[in-house]
């Protein structure tokens, strides 16, 4: 029950970040943004409480539970980042450059504890790595010669960002086939295609000079779903359809 409390309350402080948000940020954004992610995370401890205490679960699944919490606290400062590069834009370009760059990583490291997750708990095929590659070189072919997006200097860190985006969501579309979609695993695939999404309307914003509101409304909406989805795939670890 805790959970869904919380995941309910993430809803309400999404909605009024986005009806306070503008590109030109402010203080109460920021703080609705924080409180946001800080609910998402929230979400998955309440998660891995309920399996610890209610159904006394397997280290296994407390190891799957840690991981992920990991990497959406990784999230979190990630979004804290972010969040200062629109808080303070009015700052030069090399520190909003800095900015972005330490988002990234804190998302990236955060996908691989996310990745780490589903490898050590459900399967992982080789095969996967292959195919997040092949689509990493598909959206960035189209990103950059259809879209004329302009990387600059984080074309290396967007490739190698977006390479763990596509194989998080490979990883959980090949462990579900290998071993079946369990609730969980079904949780994941959506909310790692979401990010995916999330972070394909982020780059337009970013890469191609359009900050529109409606892009910037976009992006949240997949981006929080996408992060209490995952979050949400720890009270269902271990259960299946």
């Not at 209610?54 to 991981?67: A, D, P, V």
Request: hydrophobic fraction near 60%.
């Amino acid at each position: 029950m805790l959970t869904y409390i919380l995941l309910a309350l993430g809803a309400i402080s999404l909605t009024f970040f986005l009806l306070f948000r503008t590109k030109e940020g402010g203080i109460i954004p920021a703080a609705l943004k924080t409180l946001t992610s800080l609910l998402f995370v929230a979400t998955a401890v309440s998660g891995l409480i309920y399996n610890h205490i209610i159904t006394c679960t397997s280290t296994s699944k407390l190891l799957f539970g840690g991981l992920v919490i990991l990497g959406l606290v990784c999230g979190l400062i990630g979004d804290l980042t972010l969040d200062l590069k629109v808080t303070y834009q009015t700052l030069n370009i090399r520190h909003s450059d800095l900015y972005t760059f330490f988002g990234m990583i804190a998302f990236a490291i955060g996908h691989i504890f996310f990745i780490t997750a589903v490898a050590l708990f459900f399967d992982f095929s080789a095969w996967t790595i292959l195919i997040a590659a092949g689509v990493t070189a598909a959206i960035f072919a189209i990103s950059i010669f259809l879209l004329k997006m302009k990387f600059g200097k984080f074309l290396i860190p967007a490739v190698a960002y977006t390479f763990l985006l596509t194989l998080f969501f490979a990883g959980t579309i090949a462990a579900g086939i290998i071993t079946g979609f369990s609730v969980a695993l079904i949780l994941l695939a959506i909310g790692s295609a979401l990010f995916l999404l999330s972070d394909m309307v982020l780059s337009m914003t970013y890469f191609n000079a359009n900050e529109s509101r409606i892009l910037i409304v976009i992006n949240h909406v997949l981006y929080y779903a996408a992060q209490f989805l995952i979050a949400l795939s720890i009270y269902y670890i271990g259960m299946t359809l």
